[in-house]
């Protein structure tokens, strides 16, 4: 059984930093392009980042270009997203997936259930 399990995310101020893992178990990160999205409320999700098989190439969405950081901790099977100088824009339910795109992993596209970034003053 494949599970993927967002944590790290929390409550911070306009400028704060906060790392989000993602766990994964039944599958070995490495062998899938795993990506980070995102849902604000009353917006539909976006992709934010993504991370390539094998060759660790990275994809970012240009609001958090520059700010956001994917990395791959292979050894224990878990991939994160280090967030600096997070914005209120940025507040929504983070998740991840062994997808770049939404819907086109096919029989092998599993999701978390979400970890929830607020950024307020």
């Known amino acids: 059984q494949v599970q993927l399990v967002e944590s790290g995310g929390g409550s911070v101020q306009p400028g704060g930093s906060l790392r989000l893992s993602c766990a994964a178990s039944g599958i070995t990160v490495e062998d899938y392009a795993i990506g980070w999205f995102r849902q604000a409320p009353g917006k539909e999700r976006e992709g934010v980042s993504c991370?390539?098989?094998?060759?660790?190439?990275?994809w970012y969405l240009g609001s958090v270009e520059g700010r956001f950081t994917m990395s791959s901790d292979n050894a224990k099977n878990t991939v994160h997203l280090i967030m600096n100088n997070l914005e209120p824009e940025d507040t929504a339910v983070y998740y991840c997936?062994?997808?770049?795109?939404?819907?086109?992993?096919?029989?092998?596209?599993?999701w978390g259930k979400g970890t929830l970034v607020t950024v307020s003053s």
């Open positions: 991370m390539g098989i094998h060759d660790g190439s990275t």
């Open positions: 997936a062994t997808v770049c795109i939404e819907g086109t992993g096919g029989a092998e596209e599993w």
